[in-house]
């Protein structure tokens, strides 16, 4: 099971790909280019998609659009990672798919529950 991890930071993807690591089946696939994560989605599903605001073009919002716009990635979790509590940012986030978000830092063991919580969702939804 492939989960996507977009920053453009090498630091946070070293930390996702450990956290990917303590998921059961998982394999952590890292991009720095928001871009080159929307080609790989093209290609591939991924169990869960987990995309930075702050990247450079394009950003969060409009990866999440993209993203969503793809033929069968409508129901594929997709949680966005913001460095603030921006309210506004978050229901325009919603609005265009996201279905979770993490606040940085990202707290390990959260992130973990949250994206076990979102394997388990996604696996009895394909059941």
Request: net charge negative; glycine share 6%.
């Amino acid at each position: 099971m492939n989960v996507i991890f977009v920053d453009d930071n090498e630091i946070n993807l070293s930390i996702y790909r450990g956290i990917a690591g303590q998921l059961p089946g998982c394999k952590a696939v890292c991009y720095t280019s928001s871009a080159e994560a929307l080609e790989w989605c093209r290609k591939n599903e991924p169990e869960i998609v987990v995309v930075d605001y702050n990247m450079p073009a394009p950003d969060g919002l409009e990866f999440i659009r993209i993203f969503r716009s793809m033929p069968d990635r409508q129901g594929i979790p997709l949680i966005m990672i913001t460095s603030a509590a921006d309210e506004e940012l978050r229901n325009k986030a919603l609005a265009l798919g996201a279905n979770d978000f993490f606040t940085k830092p990202v707290n390990i063991v959260e992130c973990l529950a949250r994206l076990r919580s979102l394997l388990r969702l996604r696996e009895a939804a394909n059941g």
